[in-house]
């Protein structure tokens, strides 16, 4: 069922839903420490690390090897849109008065995803873009891919697909590259 609300909104209206079973995850990563109090953090000159003197974090069956510097507090959710079921993990961090997202993973279950092309199809749907959204072929681990200068997304095989976003005013392309092909399947 195809809902007429924003991205946003849906991920609002079920922000109060437990996650469920097929977003069985890892203890998060405790959040990266920032200046004390100042809600803001100057994470431009932050070295990006890999997660290895941790346990990689979990979501949906897919290990998170890489992970940026700098990242806030990780949330996760568990809905649908049309068909296809997503597992998603967002880092989010004080920024003024507010919050804002720095990185979201999310996994993408459904049988409509079929090919690179449909998947495209989907997002474009989903996210709503127009015909004109600009994308640029990108490889991840041995898939094609698609990315754009804040998100990255890829078919894993027929019904399971990958999607990395991230802040672009903390954060740029090499970082979300790195941050996706750090993203590697449990088998």
Do not use: N
């Amino acid at each position: 069922m195809s809902l007429q609300l924003s991205r946003r909104a849906r991920r609002l209206s079920i922000a109060g839903l437990a996650v469920g079973a097929v977003c069985a995850v890892a203890p998060a990563l405790p959040a990266h420490a920032g200046p004390a109090g100042s809600g803001v953090r100057d994470t431009a000159a932050a070295p990006s690390r890999p997660v290895a003197a941790h346990p990689a974090p979990v979501l949906d069956g897919f290990r998170l090897t890489h992970l940026p510097a700098g990242l806030g507090t990780p949330s996760d959710f568990a809905y649908e849109w049309d068909e296809v079921a997503f597992c998603s993990r967002d880092w989010e961090s004080r920024h003024g008065d507010g919050w804002r997202v720095d990185l979201t993973v999310e996994t993408l279950r459904g049988d409509r995803l079929t090919s690179l092309a449909a998947l495209r199809g989907y997002l474009t749907d989903y996210l709503e873009q127009g015909p004109d959204w600009r994308l640029t072929r990108v490889t991840i681990g041995h898939h094609p891919g698609l990315r754009t200068d804040d998100r990255v997304f890829w078919l894993v095989r027929p019904g399971v697909a990958v999607s990395v976003r991230i802040d672009p005013e903390r954060y740029g392309v090499a970082e979300l590259l790195r941050t996706a092909r750090g993203v590697h399947e449990r088998r």
